[in-house]
């Protein structure tokens, strides 16, 4: 089985000020790790993925994020925010023992203020 | 390259009635999995096919079946709609193949289906 909690339904941040997303994940074999972004009535952009290799993973538009596996945690950041940033963010599971069924999180709402 | 496309785009129907949505996947990719997202969550696994087969399910009733074809396009059919089924469904694609497999799906644009 698989899940994944993200654990700030919304978060508001000021314009250049830094953005962190916290997600947990629990999985019974090695996961892979992605995060997805959606901006408002579009689909979803994959914004950088964790599958065994570095645990410091970089993805698009500045955003990275560190899998922990002692904490079972894979939180997104990014150091400066921009308004185009703000959007809705999913952090996903998935395992080659589930064919890769994705397993989405709720979602955080991510605000960013001028 | 094209991604993944799908349509149409928005759909409006009656309780009761039936729906087919269609999705193409990326050029190369051989598997589409479908997802319902309803408003204000995050999106949840339908089903996924691979050579035209059902291969996994996720926790929807037998009112949500799907098809692939030959050229590794999909159908998803809703019969016997409900209010609840109003949501965006989104195609996603992935090369399942031993020489492709990353695991990383991609998405189409959704359709966004609203049942009066």
């Known amino acids: 089985a698989q899940s994944v909690t993200q654990l700030d339904s919304h978060v508001s941040v000021s314009e250049g000020t830094p953005v962190l997303l916290r997600c947990n994940y629990s999985?019974?074999?090695?996961?892979?790790l992605f995060w997805y972004v959606q901006h408002p009535n579009k689909g979803l952009q994959l914004l950088l993925k964790y599958t065994s290799a570095a645990t410091l993973v970089k993805g698009i538009n500045g955003f990275e994020a560190e899998f922990k596996k002692s904490e079972t945690s894979f939180h997104l950041t990014k150091p400066s925010a921009h308004m185009s940033d703000a959007a809705e963010y999913f952090c996903?599971?998935?395992?080659?023992?589930?064919?890769?069924?994705?397993?989405f999180g709720k979602g955080t709402l991510l605000t960013v203020n001028p | 390259d094209a991604g993944v496309t799908q349509s149409p785009t928005h759909l409006i129907k009656t309780r009761g009635q039936q729906v087919t949505l269609r999705c193409s996947p990326k050029?190369?990719?051989?598997?589409v999995s479908w997802y319902q997202q309803a408003l204000g969550q995050g999106p949840q696994f339908i089903f996924q096919?691979?050579?035209?087969?059902?291969?996994q399910r996720g926790n929807f009733p037998d009112r949500f079946s799907g098809h692939q074809f030959p050229n590794y396009s999909s159908e998803l059919n809703v019969n016997a709609l409900l209010l609840g089924d109003s949501a965006l469904y989104l195609c996603?694609?992935?090369?399942?193949?031993?020489?492709?497999?990353?695991?990383?799906?991609?998405f189409g644009p959704g359709t966004r289906l609203t049942v009066l």
């Open positions: 996603a694609s992935m090369p399942l193949t031993i020489s492709g497999r990353t695991g990383t799906q991609y």
């Open positions: 999985s019974s074999y090695s996961p892979s």
């Open positions: 996903v599971v998935s395992t080659t023992g589930s064919n890769y069924k994705l397993t």
């Open positions: 096919y691979y050579e035209e087969e059902e291969r």
């Open positions: 050029s190369g990719h051989d598997t």
